[in-house]
């Protein structure tokens, strides 16, 4: 690795820090291209000359449009702070079932762009959906702290999971979603809110 310090892991390998600007500029490339463009126009080839990358090179760091555009809710969904661990249980569940539905509801290009790609069969879409669920599972049993029980993770996340893709598909906003979200929320768990 030619001595520079390795920052960010990608879905593919570890990136150095220079390569990790390099992925850091095609993501933000392709949210700018997804405004402009929308899902349908948006092509690896384009983010890369917006981002002044050559196309062969951001190829080698994705496989696809919707890898790029799960790659940018992967690096949102990181971003987010820690879960807090105060406050009454119902309140910190739907906290984090807000945030996440939340992540891309003001970019709705970006939101549908999203449902879309995260239900490709990529290989890397795939793992990339992995360590989504298991941020979001990890998220939610933060929350839950000693309710985090397995058929209440379970029903939180195929709630949010199916409001996704309720959203998705043009049934509800995105903001919406995160309102239906906190009355699952409700539902599933006990006491006060």
């Given amino acids: 690795m030619s001595g520079e310090q390795v920052a960010t892991e990608g879905t593919r390998r570890r990136l150095t820090e220079r390569q990790a600007d390099t ?3 095609l993501t933000d490339a392709a949210v700018d291209e997804l405004r402009e463009s929308g899902y349908d126009g948006l092509t690896v080839r384009n983010v890369a000359r917006r981002a002044g990358v050559a196309p062969a090179t951001a190829y080698t760091y994705f496989a696809s449009k919707n890898h790029l555009i799960t790659e940018v809710f992967w690096r949102r969904l990181r971003a987010l702070p820690p879960v807090a661990a105060d406050g009454p ?3 910190r569940v739907i ?3 807000r945030e996440i539905a939340l992540l891309v ?3 709705p290009e970006l939101a549908a762009a999203c449902t879309t790609a995260m239900l490709g ?3 890397d879409v795939r793992e990339l959906r992995v360590r989504i669920g298991g941020a ?3 998220r939610l049993t933060a929350a839950l702290g000693d309710h985090a029980d397995e058929r209440t993770l379970g029903a939180l996340e195929l709630a949010y999971s199916g409001a ?3 959203a998705g598909m043009g049934y509800t906003s995105y903001a919406r979603m995160a309102d239906r979200l906190a009355e699952m929320a409700e539902l599933i768990l006990p006491g006060p809110a």
């Fill in 89 to 91: 249980l119902r309140a």
């Fill in 95 to 97: 906290e984090v079932l």
């Fill in 105 to 107: 509801s003001d970019e």
């Fill in 23 to 25: 992925v850091r500029r």
């Fill in 164 to 166: 996704l893709l309720h």
């Fill in 136 to 138: 979001i599972r990890g």
């Fill in 121 to 123: 069969t990529d290989p």
